[in-house]
């Protein structure tokens, strides 16, 4: 039969056997003074190198959104409290400034909407018209609420019988027709007797007969009644 053992190594001795350890174990420290060194070198050339100013800061991290971890994050980073607290201090400057112009925006908002609203409240009123402390204006006042109440009569019927009546004084009274010997004169601008008025009051109006803007109603309205308006009326009535 054939042997498997190569000839000549088939034993060793002791000595044999010391030498081949030796050569081993130097082997073995070559092998590792050789691959530490460039292990070491290619680990530290592929770690990731952290840039100074970090995309991790965040304003919202804890602290309700006050940024309190700016500075411990820029700290670790730098290795400096002096540059992480200013940092911090550029961060929430930015932060309060753009609520400050965010909050300002806002209340320009809010103030412009006010006043479209109060000016188109203002355009939307109608506004009463101030009539003139004479004849005119009477009359004028007078013909509005007559539109107002569905008084019919004009400008020219109103005009032409109160200077008939009483040449446009308010105060005219008449003492010496059967009225005022009935002892109820006539009275104002278109010479109403008292029950007269009473009775054809325009509400809204003074109750004062000598007031001519209702001393002119109250004749209209009366006129109207029996006439159909006072621009039919061209005598006393």
């Known amino acids: 039969m054939f042997s498997s053992r190569t000839p000549g190594l088939s034993r060793l001795n ?18 590792t003074f050789s691959l530490v060194p460039g292990t070491a070198v ?27 971890a700016v500075s411990a994050i820029i700290a670790k980073q730098f290795n400096s409290p002096d540059t992480a607290a200013k940092v911090q201090s550029v961060v929430q400057k930015t932060a309060s400034e753009k609520t400050k112009a965010e909050d300002k925006a806002v209340a320009k908002a809010k103030a412009d909407a006010k006043k479209r609203a109060e000016e188109a409240a203002n355009r939307s009123t109608v506004r009463k018209p101030v009539y003139k402390n004479n004849l005119d204006g009477w009359i004028k006042e007078s013909l509005a609420i007559m539109k107002k109440h569905k008084i019919p ?3 020219e019927g109103l005009h032409r019988n109160i200077i008939r009546e ?4 308010p105060k005219a009274i008449n003492l010496w027709d059967i009225n005022a010997r009935n002892g109820i004169p006539s009275k104002g601008l278109l010479q109403v007797i008292p029950p007269t008025f009473k009775a054809y009051h325009v509400k809204g109006t003074p109750f004062d007969i000598y007031d001519p803007v209702a001393n002119i109603v ?5 006129a109207a009644d029996r006439y159909g308006s006072m621009d039919n009326v061209n005598s006393a009535y």
């Not at 030796?22 to 092998?31: D, F, I, R, Y």
């Open 14 to 31: 002791k000595t044999q056997k010391a030498s081949m350890a030796g050569v081993a174990a130097a082997g073995v420290v070559a092998v």
């Open 166 to 169: 009483s040449s446009g004084n």
């Open 42 to 68: 290619a680990a530290e050339s592929q770690a990731p190198v952290q840039s100074p100013v970090t995309s991790t800061v965040s304003t919202s991290a804890t602290d309700n959104g006050k940024a309190p």
């Open 153 to 155: 009569g004009s400008y």
């Open 218 to 222: 109250a004749a209209a309205n009366y």
